[in-house]
């Protein structure tokens, strides 16, 4: 691997002041490019460094990924990963990052070496080994609809048949907008598949960014008049970045992996953004536990949204601007709403537009405002009568041991 490689010249020794004459001036002007590919040799150089196999089993590991199509050989003896092998690579990054890395294949020949030694009790060994690989099967089995979505994504000609859509934060390239369902962005440059809700459509939000991972947010709206409608973040939607999120927001589904619903800017809790829950809530729904957003979008038919239920609030349709204070209502705690009426359709006194006030608290205010249910975003996961609230006979009820709720079910190998 020559580009390891670091190349001195030995300079004569100098003292401060000293003076040097120039001999010649060049200027040089080129481009960085990236290392070559490894070539047999250098790979069987680094499994030897890493302990992976023997001098007899090496070369079959290498005639093995390139019967699988992982990888080819070509001029030079060099071995040039494929789609399908950079694809699945991807995969494995995405779900288990360990499983990429020569530190599993490397710990096992080092407990067989010590098992041989006699240092090591054999069957101690095994059962380590055999709950370790228990555990991240499990873990890759339930995270496997990410591997399905980037290899869909990759070979499926629906990805080709995607429109370019808003900017990825991670290489600022544009990512793919696959319309037929399930819809999905696809960043060809990072070779990332984000997830999208369902059954509305998507388009892209003001070209406005994420604060916390440069993601151009996204407009999502449910069908018909009274369709709700929220911003979000392919990648806050997709990785929540908050840790507590699931218990802070209570019973609604929050996750890629679960198919109703990931963590819309309705949900974030950030405490500067001009999108979070905390910008523009008002108040307290009145039908569940969540809170009443103001729709930055549902001009001129200003209304609030609840970030959990159906429950929709209506302001005054005659209003040319409504956006949220940073005071708060000394009775309610509500959030104060800054009005700015149209000034042929006021009802202020003297021809006033503008009226700061609570909606719950003020007179005027609240009479103008009108409830009225509507499609909601999530689907609520309590107990009903329905087939979600039966007892059910999957094997979840079953009597086998599991593993703890506090026990990482990526644990590493290190840690034996």
């Known amino acids: 691997m020559p580009w390891l490689a670091v190349t001195e010249e030995s300079l004569p020794p100098f003292s401060k002041g000293d003076s040097i004459q120039i001999s010649e001036v060049e200027l040089y002007k080129g481009l960085t490019s990236p290392p070559g590919y490894l070539t047999e040799s250098e790979l069987i150089s680094l499994m030897e460094k890493h302990g992976i196999g023997t001098d007899a089993s090496i070369p079959v590991h290498i005639n093995n ?13 060099q071995l040039i990963p494929t789609v399908l092998g950079i694809t699945l690579i991807r995969g494995y990054q995405c779900i288990d990052a360990d499983l990429c890395l020569p530190e599993i294949r490397s710990f096992i020949e ?38 399905d979505s980037l290899f869909e994504a990759q070979f499926s000609p629906l990805a080709e048949s995607g429109r370019l859509l808003s900017k990825c934060g991670k290489c600022s390239r544009y990512m793919k907008y696959v319309s037929i369902r399930p819809s999905r962005l696809y960043c060809a440059t990072c070779e990332e598949v984000y997830a999208l809700p369902q059954n509305g459509t998507i388009k892209l939000y003001k070209e406005l960014t994420c604060p916390l991972d440069n993601f151009e947010l996204l407009l999502f ?37 679960n198919k109703s619903g990931g963590m819309p800017c309705s949900l974030c809790p950030h405490p500067t953004c001009r999108h979070s829950m905390i910008k523009l809530s008002v108040c307290a729904c009145p039908e569940c536990n969540g809170t009443l957003l103001l729709d930055p979008v549902s ?6 949204d609840c970030n959990k239920c159906n429950c929709l609030v209506y302001l005054p349709q005659n209003s040319h601007r409504i956006v949220t204070t940073d005071e708060h209502c000394n009775e309610c705690g509500s959030t104060i709403l800054e009005v700015d009426f149209n000034k042929n359709d006021t009802p202020l006194k003297d021809g006033a537009t503008l ?62």
Not at 113 to 122: N, P, Q, R
Not at 234 to 240: A, D, E, L, T
Not at 299 to 304: F, H, I, M, S
Not at 387 to 408: A, I, L, M, P, V
Request: aromatic share 8%; with cysteine; net charge positive.
């Open 65 to 77: 990924i390139c019967e699988r199509n992982y990888a080819q050989v070509h001029a030079g003896r």
């Open 221 to 257: 709206s449910l069908l018909g008049p009274d369709g709700k409608s929220y911003s979000l973040c392919p990648y806050c939607y997709n990785n929540p970045p908050f840790e507590g999120l699931e218990t802070l927001l209570g019973d609604l589904s929050i996750g890629k992996t």
């Open 110 to 147: 080092q407990q067989i070496t010590l098992v041989a030694k006699g240092e090591v009790d054999h069957g101690r060994v095994v059962q380590h080994a055999q709950q370790q690989f228990s555990a991240k099967y499990t873990y890759f089995v339930s995270q496997i609809e990410k591997m």
């Open 355 to 416: 009226h700061k006030a609570c909606v719950l608290c003020d007179d005027l205010l609240h009479s103008m405002v009108e409830v009225k249910h509507s499609k909601s975003f999530f689907r609520r996961t309590g107990k009903g009568r329905g087939r979600s609230g039966g007892r059910g006979r999957g094997r979840g009820r079953g009597r086998g041991r599991g593993r703890g709720k506090n026990e990482d079910p990526k644990m590493s190998f290190r840690d034996f």
């Open 299 to 304: 001009a001129p038919k200003w209304r609030l």
